[in-house]
């Protein structure tokens, strides 16, 4: 079982930057991949970046590319995800997740992933 814990979040003026971070337990947290998520009010939840295990490889919903950098630290358990730029439509509660599985493929798809942190608040005033 993996346990996420989000935070980072809060309220920022537009143009201006966040540091998400998601810390995870477990021993094998080198073994999985890790994914953000975002919720905005009355909208379903959508991917936003994802990196593998090792780190070397990333993927940005088409929004963020550009903005948005995630990173991971093995030796401290942790995924950021560096968010610069940000815009209102960036407001939403972000969520990490995994999908729990060793060594599995990284994937954009919400229900490919089983494990979720209680989420935390992103809000960009215009």
């Known amino acids: 079982q993996v346990q996420l814990v989000e935070s980072g979040g809060g309220v920022v003026q537009a143009a201006g930057s966040l540091r998400l971070s998601c810390l995870a337990s477990g021993r094998s947290f080198s073994t999985y991949v890790i994914a953000w998520f975002r919720q905005a009010p009355g909208k379903e939840r959508e991917f936003v970046s994802g990196i593998t295990q090792s780190g070397g490889g990333t993927g940005y919903a088409d929004s963020v590319q550009g903005r948005f950098t995630i990173s991971r630290d093995n030796a401290k358990n942790t995924v950021y995800l560096q968010m610069n730029t940000l815009k209102p439509e960036d407001t939403a509660v972000y969520y990490c997740?995994?999908?729990?599985?060793?060594?599995?493929?990284?994937?954009?798809?919400?229900?490919?992933?089983?494990?979720w942190g209680q989420g935390t608040q992103v809000t960009v005033s215009s």
């Open positions: 997740a995994s999908i729990g599985a060793p060594f599995a493929l990284a994937t954009s798809s919400v229900r490919d992933y089983r494990y």
